[in-house]
């Protein structure tokens, strides 16, 4: 009987938590995918003094708001290094190597991005800016 229980409720557990097939008319969800350079970004900053320049290596992803536009991504990525690079060669040693100032050169890179390809293609493509790895000298 116990076992009978519990079959019984996981039955009408189930029916109640399945979801309905959306219509086949319904638009197309948006399928984020993440987009990562190989090999690593390899960059210089700015140091205390300017006497000599420090370097950063990042592993990056970039989060990107729908797969459809990975073909885009992929076609930009010159420029999208060029304009990472960029960032990171203004922003000085502090900035680089405090948890704060990572965290403004990853929003600072997000927006220069969405700039590039919104005049590029005419839309912002990218979502988000993820680093996975980032090691400072």
């Not at 959306?22 to 140091?47: E, H, L, M, Q, S």
């Not at 060029?82 to 990572?102: H, N, P, Q, W, Y």
């Amino acid at each position: 009987m116990k076992y009978i229980c519990v079959l019984l409720m996981m039955l009408v557990s189930s029916s109640v938590w399945a979801e309905d097939p959306p219509p086949a008319d319904a638009p197309a969800k948006p399928k984020v995918v993440y987009f990562g350079f190989d090999p690593d970004i390899v960059t210089n900053y700015v140091t205390a003094g300017q006497k000599s320049l420090g370097y950063v290596r990042v592993t990056m992803e970039l989060m990107i708001k729908d797969e459809k536009f990975l073909p885009l991504i992929e076609h930009h990525e010159p420029m999208i290094l060029d304009a990472i690079v960029g960032v990171f060669g203004k922003e000085g040693e502090a900035t680089v190597k405090s948890l704060t100032g990572r965290e403004e050169v990853r929003i600072k890179i997000l927006k220069k991005l969405n700039e590039i390809t919104k005049k590029e293609t005419g839309a912002e493509l990218i979502q988000d800016v993820l680093f996975t790895k980032y090691l400072y000298q």
